[in-house]
């Protein structure tokens, strides 16, 4: 008869140990930078725009106390035709600061921006296997003899003995940390720099455009006229004979209000009319602004008729 015994111990251990990812020290750093960045940053603005400051001061006072001679006044002479005839300029000694305004720069504005990745990965993971197995059995013969022996039925015995173990483990470790800083400044100046244009004295003809008399006209068609008398004379008062003038009334229909008179009379004058018709009777008849400019050369003059 075989007797089976278990007297070993079978047992198989898997075990997986996962390590903490944590990511504190890297952003601790990361922020600890960040921070140098900026207080540096506001010391090193502070700092330039106090010696900014100073060149500003210094620069004003040497525009105060330099005097050139500038020109004050530019004066210009027209003919009969409105064209350039000739240019006379009168200069003195004035300060500089007169002309040139002494520029503050400042920042107008500092940016930071910082960007910072981390990313930590960790795995391990651990397994064993272990197995220990023992069996045995006996037969033998039973009874005697006279002789004191008699072979009897014959004996088996034996024992057997098994092990086995096994192991595997997995590691993996990984870590990321990607960090970059940027800044943008912008130094402009406080107010522009530019020396004034000289004040301008013209001396040559004067055109003059003088609103008349505005009139509702019955019809058919019904219409409403407004007239406008331009007057052209010499720097002395006395009229510009004729002279045709270039005439713009913003596309509203005029007419000279004497046809044979096209150029300045005798008075260097010349009227002429703007006139609006109103083919349906309920079109809108609001008054309406019309700007009317007259020029010769580089002489003109205009007047906002409202009719």
Same mark, same amino acid.
């Given at each position: 008869?075989?007797?089976?015994?278990?007297?070993?111990?079978?047992?198989?251990?898997?075990?997986?140990?996962? =390590?903490?990812?944590?990511?504190? *020290?890297?952003?601790?750093?990361? =922020?600890?930078? /960040?921070?140098?960045?900026?207080?540096?940053?506001?010391?090193?603005?502070?700092?330039?725009?106090?010696? &900014?400051?100073?060149?500003?001061?210094?620069?004003?006072?040497?525009?105060?106390?330099?005097?050139?001679?500038? %020109? +004050?006044?530019?004066?210009?002479?027209?003919?009969? $035709?409105?064209?350039? *005839? @000739?240019?006379?300029?009168?200069? #003195?000694?004035?300060? $500089?600061?007169?002309?040139?305004?002494?520029?503050?720069?400042?920042?107008? @504005?500092?940016? &930071?921006?910082?960007?910072?990745?981390?990313?930590?990965?960790?795995?391990?993971?651990?397994?064993?296997?272990?197995?220990? =197995?023992?069996?045995?059995?006996?037969?033998?013969?039973? =009874?005697?003899?006279?002789?004191? /022996?008699?072979?009897?039925? !014959?004996? /088996?015995?034996?024992?057997?003995?098994?092990? @086995?173990?096994?192991?595997?483990?997995?590691?993996?470790?990984?870590?990321?940390?990607?960090?970059?800083?940027?800044?943008?400044?912008?130094?402009? !100046?406080?107010?522009?720099?530019?020396?004034?244009?000289?004040?301008?004295?013209?001396?040559?003809?004067?055109?003059?455009?003088?609103?008349?008399?505005? &009139?509702? %006209?019955?019809?058919?068609?019904?219409?409403?006229?407004?007239?406008?008398?331009?007057?052209?004379?010499?720097?002395?008062?006395?009229?510009?004979?004729?002279?045709?003038?270039?005439?713009?009334?913003?596309?509203?229909?005029?007419?000279?209000?004497?046809?044979?008179?096209?150029?300045?009379?005798?008075?260097? #004058? %010349?009227?002429?009319?703007?006139?609006?018709?109103? &083919? *349906?009777?309920? +079109?809108?008849?609001?008054?309406?602004?019309?700007?009317?400019? +007259?020029?010769?050369? $580089?002489? @003109?003059?205009?007047?906002?008729?409202?009719?």
């Amino acid at each position: 008869m075989t007797i089976a015994t278990l007297i070993g111990i079978a047992s198989a251990l898997a075990k997986t140990k996962r =390590g903490e990812a944590d990511v504190t *020290d890297e952003i601790r750093g990361a =922020g600890l930078a /960040f921070g140098d960045l900026v207080r540096a940053c506001g010391d090193a603005v502070a700092n330039t725009q106090r010696q &900014l400051n100073d060149t500003s001061a210094t620069s004003a006072t040497a525009l105060a106390t330099t005097k050139v001679d500038v %020109i +004050a006044v530019q004066e210009k002479v027209f003919d009969d $035709l409105g064209n350039l *005839d @000739s240019v006379q300029t009168f200069t #003195r000694k004035l300060p $500089l600061v007169n002309f040139i305004d002494p520029v503050f720069y400042e920042w107008s @504005s500092v940016r &930071l921006q910082g960007e910072f990745y981390a990313r930590e990965f960790t795995s391990e993971a651990k397994s064993s296997s272990n197995s220990i =197995g023992s069996s045995s059995s006996s037969a033998g013969p039973t =009874g005697g003899g006279l002789l004191g /022996f008699v072979l009897g039925p !014959p004996r /088996f015995g034996g024992d057997r003995n098994s092990s @086995s173990s096994a192991s595997s483990g997995v590691v993996n470790s990984s870590d990321t940390a990607v960090g970059s800083m940027r800044m943008n400044a912008l130094l402009r !100046p406080r107010r522009d720099v530019g020396v004034p244009k000289p004040n301008q004295a013209i001396q040559g003809p004067r055109l003059a455009l003088i609103e008349g008399e505005i &009139l509702d %006209i019955a019809g058919p068609p019904a219409a409403r006229t407004a007239s406008v008398l331009l007057e052209y004379r010499r720097r002395d008062g006395t009229p510009i004979v004729g002279k045709a003038l270039s005439i713009d009334t913003q596309g509203v229909p005029w007419r000279f209000a004497d046809p044979a008179n096209t150029v300045t009379d005798s008075e260097g #004058r %010349i009227e002429i009319e703007l006139r609006r018709e109103f &083919l *349906d009777p309920q +079109a809108d008849r609001s008054p309406i602004d019309v700007i009317v400019e +007259a020029r010769i050369g $580089l002489v @003109s003059s205009n007047v906002t008729v409202t009719f």
